[in-house]
């Protein structure tokens, strides 16, 4: 997994979990800062049910990559908020 240097100052332990829990979870070890940004910005309880979303979805459905849908779906979130649902 990409190694960074964390700023102690920056993300705290939680973060910083959560952030590798999705990087690996996704197998997507390049975007782990992108991960560390979503971990301060969003609900952690909301991030984990986007993953499970995503890691649910059979290999099949997936055009891009589960990192893109993961993104794409928080991105969703962040402009439409909790309410938002394409289902």
Same mark, same amino acid.
């Given at each position: 997994?990409?190694?960074?240097?964390?700023?102690?100052?920056?993300?705290?332990p939680i973060e910083i979990q959560l952030a590798h829990e999705i990087a690996?979870?996704?197998?997507? %070890?390049?975007a782990l800062s992108l991960y560390l940004s979503?971990?301060?910005?969003?609900?952690?309880?909301k991030l984990r049910e986007m993953l499970n979303r995503?890691?649910?979805? %059979?290999?099949?459905?997936?055009?891009?990559?589960?990192?893109?849908l993961f993104t794409h779906l928080v991105n969703q979130y962040k402009q439409y908020g909790h309410g938002y649902s394409r289902d």
């Amino acid at each position: 997994m990409k190694s960074i240097n964390y700023d102690a100052n920056q993300y705290n332990p939680i973060e910083i979990q959560l952030a590798h829990e999705i990087a690996e979870r996704l197998d997507d %070890p390049e975007a782990l800062s992108l991960y560390l940004s979503y971990s301060q910005q969003f609900d952690h309880d909301k991030l984990r049910e986007m993953l499970n979303r995503v890691c649910s979805i %059979p290999d099949r459905q997936i055009r891009r990559s589960r990192g893109a849908l993961f993104t794409h779906l928080v991105n969703q979130y962040k402009q439409y908020g909790h309410g938002y649902s394409r289902d």
